[in-house]
């Protein structure tokens, strides 16, 4: 298996501009979560997925920022407008129980300008 | 609620000496107790983990760690640390199946982990 594909690596973007992070998990995989990593905050859960059901979304900033999952194999970030506080490394994380460990993907870098 | 703490945020250690990275946690319930590896610019990787069983559990790359209900702990050892160790790790804790945060895990602020040569 290829393990958790993101995209884009890296994004540079312009204040107020929509940015989208892709995230594909692992397939046969029934959580999926959205993570963001700073210096300042460490590692924040935003909001995760099971069964393709937002489960806890108590996580994401503001509104922001939104979460989709149309299908067991695809799940989406948007941040729309964004601002330079967002710019951060956004991690994608899948796994299949609830009691496993986190595959993590190699994560979004996002840099708003 | 649950949480994680890791109480420093660095430690250093010679090549060959053993190394301990603490981590304390709270959960109701049952804990599920994780740790990660996070080489710059990568994903967090997978080391080892504690669900039932045995307090000492071993890992990828010589890692164990020893779970320690009494004292909530969790903390990672190595018997010899390698230049190649450096790196920063995560310790996390995750709701049980039962448990109102089921699935959720939920990670400390990371150590960083320097090994001299």
Redesign the interface.
């Known amino acids: 298996d290829a393990g958790v594909i993101q995209s884009p690596r890296h994004e540079v973007t312009e204040m107020g501009q929509e940015v989208t992070l892709r995230c594909k998990p692992i397939s046969g995989h029934d959580y999926l979560f959205w993570y963001r990593q700073t210096m300042m905050r460490g590692l924040e859960l935003l909001i995760y997925f099971n069964n393709n059901v937002p489960i806890d979304d108590s996580g994401m900033p503001e509104d922001r920022f939104s979460a989709k999952m149309p299908n067991a194999s695809f799940s989406t970030l948007k941040i729309q407008p964004s601002e330079p506080r967002d710019s951060a490394v956004y991690f994608c994380a899948s796994n299949w129980r609830s009691t496993g460990e986190l595959f993590f993907g190699e994560g979004s870098r996002l840099t708003v300008l | 609620a649950q949480s994680v703490a890791q109480p420093e945020d660095q430690v250093n250690v010679a090549e060959g000496n053993p190394l301990t990275v603490k981590c304390t946690y709270s959960v109701s319930g049952n804990p599920?107790l994780?740790w990660?590896v996070q080489y710059p610019n990568?994903?967090?990787?997978?080391l080892l983990?504690y669900?039932t069983g045995d307090n000492l559990v071993k890992g990828s790359y010589g890692f164990e760690a020893e779970f320690n209900k009494s004292q909530t702990s969790f903390h990672l050892k190595k018997p010899s640390a390698l230049v190649s160790d450096s790196a920063l790790y995560?310790c996390?804790v995750?709701?049980?199946?039962s448990d109102t945060?089921?699935?959720?895990?939920?990670?400390?602020?990371?150590t960083t982990l320097t090994v001299k040569p």
């Open positions: 599920y994780f990660y990568r994903g967090l990787q997978f983990k669900i995560f996390a995750r709701g049980g199946p945060n089921a699935g959720k895990s939920t990670f400390g602020d990371g």
